[in-house]
């Protein structure tokens, strides 16, 4: 099968500093659809953290907000055919080996090691400590969350900053991204199920919402996933930079966790049968 999970254009946009507005009028507080509702959601996270991403120039080019982007590599696309997913064992398993820096406290890295173990739960996905591989996941505290789309070769950064990113959610939404996932708002039929207000987002923040050539595996499009981005992801104004349609209430990207279809299209992506089961939402 061919599977092409990620094609990313290769437009290179600065990534600029922003905060996000505290001073917004209080209007339905507890629907999940405010600012001050999204304080924990895995974009508002990953936003605040990513302030200062960019500003080091030892570290990679960072986009849509927390994707890497391989530079001086001639090729278009991040993640062609096969060639960005992590190769399975004969015993059915995809082992990802991983190092994670010396820089987190014994509490930090036990929530990374139990965000890695998160994924044996559920998907036939194996993080294992380096043991001598060639490819594998470098989890560093650098200047904010990203991670690369897929494997990459060799050692490749997932940085998770000491100051942020050391949460569940980001902790599985980074991983995610390395083992091929690109955010929900930018899939290929994203048009038929989120309007994206431009007029709301920063200045030069507008590659996040970009949409994407993606391949949906057959999953429906998902606001609980935790690649979701939440309403006010890069606002400029306060005002949504993300609609659901047609119910414009609808809560989307408060994901805490990887949501049931997040799980789904990982064994999708990787052939993992023995822990496929019967998609309980209607396949589209
Ligand atoms: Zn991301």
């Known amino acids: 099968m061919l599977v092409h999970v990620a094609a990313l254009s290769f437009l290179f946009f600065s990534v600029q500093s922003f905060t996000i507005k505290d001073s917004l009028k209080k209007f339905n507080r507890h629907s999940g659809n405010t600012p001050a509702d999204e304080d924990y959601s895995v974009s508002t996270l990953i936003e605040r953290a990513n302030v200062n ?23 278009a696309d991040a993640c062609t055919r096969d060639r960005c997913r992590w190769p399975k064992a004969m015993d059915g398993f995809v082992y990802v080996p991983y190092r994670i820096s010396r ?16 994924f044996a739960a559920s998907t036939c996905v194996r993080f294992t400590p380096l043991n001598g591989q060639r490819d594998f996941v470098d989890i560093q505290s650098l200047s904010g969350c990203y991670s690369f789309v897929g494997r990459r070769g060799r050692g490749q950064v997932v940085s998770l900053s000491r100051q942020g990113c050391v949460f569940r959610q980001v902790i599985q939404h980074e991983l995610l991204h390395a083992l091929g996932f690109n955010h929900e708002q930018t899939r290929s039929d994203r048009d038929r199920h989120v309007r994206i207000l431009f007029q709301n ?34 606002s400029k104004n306060g005002q949504p930079t993300i609609i659901p349609i047609p119910n414009g209430n609808a809560v989307i990207g408060q994901a805490n966790r990887m949501s049931p279809i997040d799980i789904r299209r990982v064994n999708l992506l990787y052939d993992c049968r023995m822990y496929l089961r019967p998609n309980p939402a209607n396949n589209s």
Do not use: C, W
Request: charged share 20%; hydrophobic share 35%; proline share 4%.
């Open 201 to 234: 987002v920063i200045s030069g923040m507008e590659s996040n919402f970009i949409r994407l050539d993606t391949r949906n595996l057959g999953t429906p499009y998902d606001y609980t996933s935790v690649m979701h981005y939440g309403r006010f992801a890069f």
């Open 53 to 75: 991403v960019g500003k080091n120039q030892n570290e990679p080019l960072v986009m849509f907000g927390d994707i890497a982007i391989p530079t001086g590599l001639q090729n």
């Open 103 to 118: 820089a987190y406290s014994g509490r930090e890295r036990q929530t990374i090691v139990n965000g890695l173990r998160s």
